[in-house]
């Protein structure tokens, strides 16, 4: 599977059970980067989608164990260590920005992955997101 | 000196309604607090252990009723007759945002000021003019009532993480969410001990930002005397003056009665802490009321 998530300078993804924060122009990228590859998601994550009218969006509270290989997940507040893995490839996007958090990225990206591919661009509400890609 | 080393301090804020709106069912470690008759009484802030800010009230923020409204407001307490700042509150929404670049501050000598600067600090400087509404959300610039003397470690790892929440959420939502930062002093300290802060976004009834913590006032390796301002590195507190002259130095915990001798396990632990009493010998300490540490 490939799971696509967002994280703060510190690699924080969650507070208070609150995703940091949210951008238009990052969920556009998702939606034309993923195309019409299935993305799953869970209840919480499929409302910041609810304006793009997605077909390709499937809501699963157990998504992680359900993707199969070349499929997307979107993940904001759930643990990646124990399905690092079935993690094919990881998309990070960053805000370049210091939040609040109590739920942090928990892979180690140093150890195995390698990052692929680098972007940046801007947000509707953000200055400068990097969006980067790593695989084993 | 002294009242920096004294015990767990009470605070009591006014509040008129106490939130349950966004609260969660998951659990999550957080401080309790005591509620009673719309008081709202934070006993213990427990010692700063890592982290920048601590959880309070489980996150739930205590706003009026009547203020969950959608039109911005912002309001500065007074300064009080130590030239210390009160509660600063807002309701943020875009129209309060910054339309330009933030002027100089340097004017501003808020209670407790020191020029003071250290290597092991980031920026050197121990001390910034911290905003408590910061300038992302409303736009205040040098207004001396939205000015505290709070460290670097405050400002940047406590502070700024919950502004640039809000403020990146009201940009991207057009929404509005109640801000309040209230300053904690502890007796006629000049510097605050800390501050409390809570957010609120309105029109999603929280789902956005629902918070409610407090930072610690504190910089990692600097010892601050909150009555002046003052400031040591800290391993050349006066406990370095005391070994020098072959004076014993007993650490006394203000809150347990306890005091641990140099040889004892929470000795070193007891340096940094906020209730730190020291004494030159044990028979003061017991003097004091004070009981040996069992191990």
Redo the contacts between chains.
Sequence with gaps: MIVIICI?DNGGML????R?????VLLKDIMNYSKEKTVYMNEYSYELFSGFNPKNLIVDDKLLDTARIGEYCFIEDMSLLPYEQQIEKLIIYK?N??????LHLDISLKDRWKMIDIEEFKG???EKITKEIYIR | MKKLMRSLFTIVILCCLVFEGCSFDKEQSDHSVEKTDGLIRIDNIPEYSGNAYIVIENNNPSFNKDDLTTISFETYSELDKFGRCGVAYANAGRDLMPTEKRGGIGQVKPSGWQTVKYDNVDGNYLYNRCHLIGYQLTAENANKKNLITGTRYLNIEGMLPFENMLADYVKETENHVLYRVTPIFEGDNLVASGVQMEGYSIEDKGAGICFNVYAYNIQPEIKIDYATGKSYPFDTMPRVNAAAKGLVEIRGNSNSMIYHGPKQSAYEEMADSKHLVIFHSEQEAIDAGYRKAKR
């Design positions: 703060d507070f208070n059970y609150r940091q924060s949210k951008d238009r805000w920005r210091r939040y609040p958090a109590d509707s509400s953000h």
